[in-house]
């Protein structure tokens, strides 16, 4: 409960660019914010059994769902932007009020995407390829989210720019499992992954017969050496596949992991014990190289459009915690829901939709 007080304390302080601190120093936590490699993946594996509990099960190779509930034309109002604008505080330099942030402590590990509520992101051990449809679900233009859990959350962002732009959004999910060719996977613990490289053959193999408009992925991820990120070759293949086949790729790197040179650590957890947006935030330069990996890739492929929300998540030395009055990570490295929300119009910016419309085009 002291703990507990603390970080309330520091979080109600208030700062520039969230509600809470970026002064303090690492030095100052009441307990270490520091856990090993080791103890991360644990929390991730036995997060994994938690989510398989509840994702669906079966022998089908394939598995259609049209999950949401709500409307295609209604998008359900987001928390008041003067008071929690998110990521929009790092991208347009805001001012913000002291206010807690959200979700709340007790409430951010919760804040799952819809795809995982919906059940149609299939779990490690699973075969199917479960398929979500999500935005404008009667439009004829199909954008396919595709990947493992870092793609699936960026679905809260695109249901709501199908709905606005008149585009269906259908997921092609795994846990654990990006978008690669790499034949020999490993999961976060380091043991191989096998199935993870059948179901990513199998899907690429649906999207070239398919052909969406797009693919939207994620297009770098954490460099084996610790220290920023890479484009990996399994990703470049993969991404060569589809464009090979006329699909446009939207590309976006990959969101930082917190970690220091020491190790990594859980961010509701820190706050809780009482550290801030900084002391819980980290180094930007560990978390991320100083150059896009996938700029240069870019380069020489017309139809990969690559996309980087870092700037509203790191200033130019480190990542917080806390950015506009959210909690930007629910867990180990996933951003909270209520965070990849405010990032909705940076998003749609970067793919080109401009001013929001509904007029669809045929795949």
Not at 82 to 106: C, F, H, M
Request: glycine share 8%.
């Amino acid at each position: 409960m002291i703990l507990v007080a603390g970080a309330w304390h520091n979080l109600l302080t208030g700062s520039r660019y969230s509600s809470v601190p970026v002064y303090a120093r690492w030095s100052l936590l009441p307990v270490s914010r520091v856990f090993s490699r080791m103890r991360c993946a644990s929390f991730l594996v036995a997060g994994a059994v938690l989510l398989a509990g509840c994702s669906q099960t079966g022998s089908a190779a394939v598995v259609g769902t049209s999950a949401p509930t709500a409307d295609s034309s209604s998008i359900p109002a987001g928390p008041d932007p003067t008071k929690y604008p998110g990521g929009r505080a790092l991208l347009e330099g805001l001012n913000v009020p002291a206010l807690p942030p959200i979700p709340s402590l007790d409430k951010v590990e919760q804040d799952f995407p819809q795809t995982t509520i919906d059940k149609v992101i299939s779990d490690f051990t699973e075969s199917q390829i479960k398929v979500g449809v999500y935005g404008d679900r009667q439009s004829k233009r199909t954008i396919a989210l595709v990947g493992g859990s870092h793609a699936e959350m960026w679905i809260t962002a695109l249901d709501i720019l199908g709905k606005r732009n008149g585009f269906k959004v259908k997921t092609y999910l795994k846990m654990g499992c990006p978008l690669s060719t790499d034949p020999k996977p490993l999961k976060t613990d380091f043991t191989p992954y096998p199935e993870c490289y059948d179901w990513d053959l199998r899907v690429l193999d649906r999207l070239k017969h398919e052909k969406p408009y797009a693919v939207f992925t994620t297009s770098t991820r954490p460099a084996p050496s610790g220290m920023g990120d890479w484009l990996p070759p399994g990703y470049v293949d993969a991404f060569d596949q589809l464009m090979s086949a006329g699909i446009t790729v939207y590309g976006l790197r990959d969101t930082p992991w917190p970690r220091s040179t020491s190790g990594d650590w859980e961010t509701p957890t820190c706050l809780s014990q009482g550290g801030d947006a900084d002391a819980c935030g980290s180094v930007r330069d560990v978390v991320v190289a100083p150059v896009n990996p996938a700029v240069e890739f870019a380069s020489s492929r017309p139809l990969f459009k690559s996309l980087d929300l870092t700037p509203a998540l790191c200033t130019a030395t480190e990542c917080p915690a806390v950015v506009g009055n959210m909690i930007v990570y629910k867990d180990w490295h996933h951003l909270s829901a209520t965070f990849v929300r405010s990032l909705t119009d940076e998003l749609g910016r970067q793919m080109g939709l401009g001013t929001p419309v509904k007029a669809a085009k045929p795949n």
